[in-house]
């Protein structure tokens, strides 16, 4: 089964995370393949919008951990796509949608502070288990988290691992809207044909200059992170 399936919607490209049987866990070919896609509708003057959105009853959960203990242990060839999946998701430069449908955990969660809106279904629920797993924060979320969440609910998610409810996301700044199971994703499609109506090079602009005064932090956080990650990541072969 492919890991990833795309589709148009008039001028919204939706953006399909299709590995159910692991509840759209991301491993290299997941993250390559949602950069791609990114990198491809960026360019694509015909694509308005993207909607990030999960197959079956998960947004996703996030890291694949049988690829991330291959990973830890130097396993000859493992790799990780992540940077690349990052470096679009922070450079996009186009509106960012998610249709959260299901639990969101780990870069399932992290992602959705790099989207301009989020639309999550009435049964979504979202977590960071970073202590828990015994390593550092990821994809600027040490920064992003409180900027868009305040630092009391950032330091819930990030140091207390504590689940949040599709209410619980809108109330702390992470997503919009609550929607019925089942009608998510056609309420973001929706939303993005709206702003795709707009001309496009007006909406860029404006994503550009919404972007301008965090694009040196983000990285820097990023940078910060993944240092820190990668040191405690080691310990996990001690």
């Not at 999946?85 to 502070?113: C, H, R, S, W």
Request: net charge negative; with cysteine.
């Amino acid at each position: 089964m492919a890991a990833l399936h795309i589709s148009d919607e008039g001028r919204v490209r939706v953006v399909t995370f299709s590995r159910p049987e692991v509840l759209n866990a991301f491993d290299t070919s997941l993250y390559q393949g949602v950069a791609t896609a990114l990198a491809d509708a960026a360019v694509d003057d015909g694509v308005g919008a993207v909607v990030l959105t999960g197959e079956g009853k998960a947004f996703s959960s996030g890291q694949d951990l049988a690829e991330m203990a291959r990973l830890a242990s130097g396993e000859p060839g493992a790799t990780s796509a992540f940077p690349a999946l990052l470096d679009q998701v922070t450079t996009f430069p186009k509106p960012l949608l998610a249709a959260v449908n299901g639990v969101a955990v780990g870069i399932g969660m992290t992602i959705l502070a790099h989207c301009d809106l989020v639309l999550v279904a009435q049964g979504a629920r979202a977590k960071v288990p970073f202590g828990a797993l015994g390593v550092a924060p990821e994809a600027a979320s040490s920064y992003l988290f409180p900027l868009r969440m305040g630092w009391q609910r950032a330091a819930l998610a990030l140091l207390a691992g504590d689940w949040f409810d599709a209410q619980a996301l809108v109330d702390s700044g992470l997503a919009l809207a609550v929607y019925p199971d089942g009608q998510v994703l056609g309420e973001a499609v929706a939303l993005g044909q709206r702003i795709s109506a707009f001309p496009l090079a007006s909406i860029m602009a404006i994503k550009q200059l919404m972007l301008a005064g965090h694009a040196a932090a983000i990285a820097d956080a990023r940078a910060r992170e993944d240092q820190s990650f990668a040191v405690l990541l080691s310990g996990f072969t001690r």
